[in-house]
T-cell receptor
């Protein structure tokens, strides 16, 4: 079973709006990461948040982590058409030797 | 340019015909991993390697083999491919398990 589950599965917004997606996981983690995938291409690492951090920013990205609820959120502010992609969360688990990915959220940003 | 390369990018083969998908990275990374991506199932890890001669099973290792004889290379071997191995395959590398760099993907069809 997947460690991370993203919600929603798909999201459609207008350019300039914010996009928020959530990730829930099941077991203890050291780190949680978010990746982006443009259609059929390799994933690109966006941001990593450690289990002792609650919030992290990188450009237009804001990630939160709530370890008590085993959940994380990714916010993309002022979205652009180029943000159209699938977004995946990934957790490393307590052993820290492998990543487990969620099913992803497909984001469509309409111009 | 730092990159992960995979070959071939596209492959159509028949059931039972042994094949190898190569993966190479030029970043001197210790950690390498193979994933398969299927619609509705997200990315699932097949095998990973923490360093040369150190490999371990991921979540879906059945039907696959790997080797890590050199740090830069991590080939994926399908000894007897079957149609259920039709998928999009990604190789990834990183210094640790986090912030993985992904290759461009190999789309495999087994008839």
């Amino acid at each position: 079973s997947q460690q991370g589950e993203e919600d929603p599965q798909a999201l459609s917004i207008q350019e300039g709006e914010n996009a928020t997606m959530n990730c829930s996981y099941k077991t203890s983690i050291n780190n949680l990461q978010w990746y982006r995938q443009n259609s059929g291409r390799g994933l690109v690492h966006l941001i990593l948040i450690r289990s002792n951090e609650r919030e992290k920013h990188s450009g237009r990205l804001r990630v939160t982590l709530d370890t008590s609820k085993k959940s994380s959120s990714l916010l993309i502010t002022a979205s652009r058409a180029a943000d159209t992609a699938s977004y995946f969360c990934a957790t490393d688990g307590a052993a820290g030797n492998k990543l487990t990915f969620g099913g992803g959220t497909r984001v469509l940003v309409k111009p | 340019e730092a990159q992960v390369t995979q070959n071939p990018r596209y492959l159509i083969t028949v059931t039972g015909k042994k094949l190898t998908v190569t993966c190479s990275q030029n970043m001197n990374h210790e950690y390498m991993s193979w994933y398969r991506q299927d619609p509705g199932l997200g990315l699932r890890q097949i095998y990973y390697s923490m360093n040369v001669e150190v490999t371990d099973k991921g979540d879906v290792p059945e039907g696959y083999k790997v080797s890590r004889k050199e740090k830069r290379n991590f080939p994926l071997i399908l000894e007897s491919p079957s149609p259920n191995q039709t998928s999009l395959y990604f190789c990834a590398s990183s210094s640790t398990v986090n912030e993985q760099f992904f290759g461009p993907g190999t789309r495999l069809t087994v008839l």
